[in-house]
């Protein structure tokens, strides 16, 4: 009887060979599936910086952090804009970024800019006055709604309300000018209108639609859609004689 020990011995080399390259590819399967789908996925927070001209501009090198002993601060680019990378231990945690440019002052919001790390990225839009004297007779102020979040998916947002504060008797208003900025601007998936016009009153209502693109889907799991927008109100006020 011939002897088969070598074609015997060549098929179970085969058989070797065959298992690692299968347990090779079901490793890189493996992979894949982990860093793509079951892996925690870091959380996105973008910060923008403009100032209060007409239109707003982007202002570079303005000094943003979180507040976070695991993310270090950053200076706003050529758009106004940084992006942080937050890891995922810090989900359901509140944050409110601070910012700090020297001759410019945060125009106040009515609500601070709270920010809960949750699902999907996060947006925040910040306006900033240019620290200039006083006029004895002209006074320019403007004020902040703060960020406001849109509808969710192609839904609008509710309205939002925004006016002046009040002023010491003898001031009206000699002009008065209405902004949307970030995520949206007016009338661009949105709808801005002026509802009071009065010698000491202005204001102004909007609302945004959100983002039917980002919401829903395989790839966007638990995105709702929502982003978020500033309304600013500018206000020259005269001081009458």
Not at 22 to 44: D, N, Q, R
Not at 48 to 62: A, C, M, T, W
Not at 113 to 141: A, H, W
Request: with cysteine; hydrophobic share 35%; charged share 25%.
């Amino acid at each position: 009887m011939p002897d088969k020990t070598p074609k015997s011995g060549f098929a179970s080399l085969i058989g070797k060979l065959a298992m690692i390259v299968v347990g090779a590819v079901l490793a890189g399967v493996g992979s894949y599936i982990w860093t793509e789908y079951v892996k925690p996925k870091p959380i996105y927070v973008n910060v923008q910086v403009f100032d209060d001209s007409e239109p707003p501009k982007p202002l570079k090198s303005v000094a943003v952090w979180l507040e976070l002993n695991d993310v270090d601060s950053k200076q706003t680019g050529d758009f106004g804009l940084v992006r942080f990378e937050v890891a995922r231990k810090h989900r359901k945690e509140q944050v409110t970024p601070k910012i700090q440019i020297a001759g410019y002052s945060k125009i106040s919001a009515k609500s601070e800019d709270i920010i809960v790390l949750d699902r999907g990225e996060k947006n925040v839009t910040y306006i900033l006055r240019r620290d200039v004297p006083p006029s004895p007779e002209l006074e320019k102020k403007a004020y902040s709604s703060g960020s406001k979040p849109s509808g969710p998916g192609a839904g609008f947002s509710e309205w939002y309300e925004l006016c002046n504060d009040p002023q010491p008797a003898g001031w009206t208003v000699s002009e008065s000018s209405f902004t949307l900025t970030g995520d949206r601007q007016c009338n661009a998936w949105s709808e801005c209108k002026q509802t009071t016009n009065e010698p000491t009153k202005v204001c102004w209502e909007f609302r945004m639609q959100g983002h039917s693109e980002q919401a829903g889907g395989w790839f966007n799991q638990g995105n709702t859609g929502i982003q978020f927008s500033t309304g600013i109100l500018n206000v020259l006020w005269r001081k009458q004689p």
